[in-house]
């Protein structure tokens, strides 16, 4: 992989007055129905929370759940990696993400090459 900042941190994700916004969206064409999942940033009280959300409102448990400031890229990396459905289960996620996804975001560019050198490494594996 080339060289990547991982502690590239927006300055906000929170313009013209909203309190709401798409941080990353995945979709994982290996899936049997092309999952697609939206990560979302809220600010409320002074903080920023984090959510997952997919067609089927399925309920994920992500790490961190909220933050000060928006997250650095290594951070948003390892709440992908780690995102469990709210059961603790991550073997049901793994049944229908399927693989690694492809990732895009308007405030980490950085991201989609990530995930592109990870989808590229498990091609090789296999």
Avoid: C
């Avoid at 469990?84 to 989609?112: A, C, H, Q, R």
Wanted: aromatic content about 16%.
């Amino acid at each position: 992989m080339d060289t990547l900042d991982f502690d590239f941190q927006p300055k906000t994700y929170f313009g013209d007055n909203r309190s709401s916004v798409v941080i990353a969206r995945l979709h994982y064409p290996e899936s049997q129905w092309g999952e697609e999942l939206s990560i979302f940033a809220e600010y409320s009280q002074g903080l920023i929370y984090y959510e997952v959300a997919d067609f089927y409102s399925n309920t994920y448990t992500v790490q961190p759940e909220f933050t000060a400031e928006p997250l650095r890229l290594n951070q948003l990396i390892f709440l992908i990696e780690t995102m469990e459905d709210e059961t603790g289960n991550s073997e049901n996620i793994d049944l229908m993400k399927m693989g690694v996804p492809e990732v895009t975001s308007d405030f980490y560019p950085e991201i989609t090459k990530y995930f592109e050198d990870r989808r590229r490494d498990q091609r090789k594996a296999h």
